[in-house]
Nanobody, 126 residues
Framework: QVQLVESGGGSVQAGGSLRLSCAASGYVYSFYCMGWFRQAPGQEREGVAAITAGGGSTYYADSVKGRFTISRDNAKNTLYLQMNSLKPEDTAVYYC???????????????????WGQGTQVTVSS
């Protein structure tokens, strides 16, 4: 059974940093593209970043380029999202997700992902 468990969310002031983690279990982690998504109240879920199975390629939404970094440790079955220079508009629930085996990793579209964590809240105050 696939399980994805996020941690590391919290409240920070604008300009601060947070590092999210996602522990994966129940499947061969190193075989799949992984992504981070976020959803603010009243808004649709949006793709933030994705990383290919081996970690060789990463993709970002324009809104976070240069501020967020996605990475993975396949030996630890863990996905990370380092978030720097946080802005109030980054406030949302952040989800990690596993893509379908045949999904393209560069599309950052929710329908390409089959499994989701429960989410972790990130709140950025001005």
């Amino acid at each position: 059974q696939v399980q994805l468990v996020e941690s590391g969310g919290g409240s920070v002031q604008a300009g601060g940093s947070l590092r999210l983690s996602c522990a994966a279990s129940g499947y061969v982690y190193s075989f799949y593209c992984m992504g981070w998504f976020r959803q603010a109240p009243g808004q649709e879920r949006e793709g933030v970043a994705a990383i290919t199975a081996g970690g060789g390629s990463t993709y970002y939404a324009d809104s976070v380029k240069g501020r967020f970094t996605i990475s993975r440790d396949n030996a630890k079955n863990t996905l990370y999202l380092q978030m720097n220079s946080l802005k109030p508009e980054d406030t949302a629930v952040y989800y990690c997700a596993r893509a379908y085996a045949t999904s393209s990793c560069d599309a950052l579209a929710a329908y390409l992902y089959s499994n989701w964590g429960q989410g972790t809240q990130v709140t950025v105050s001005s």
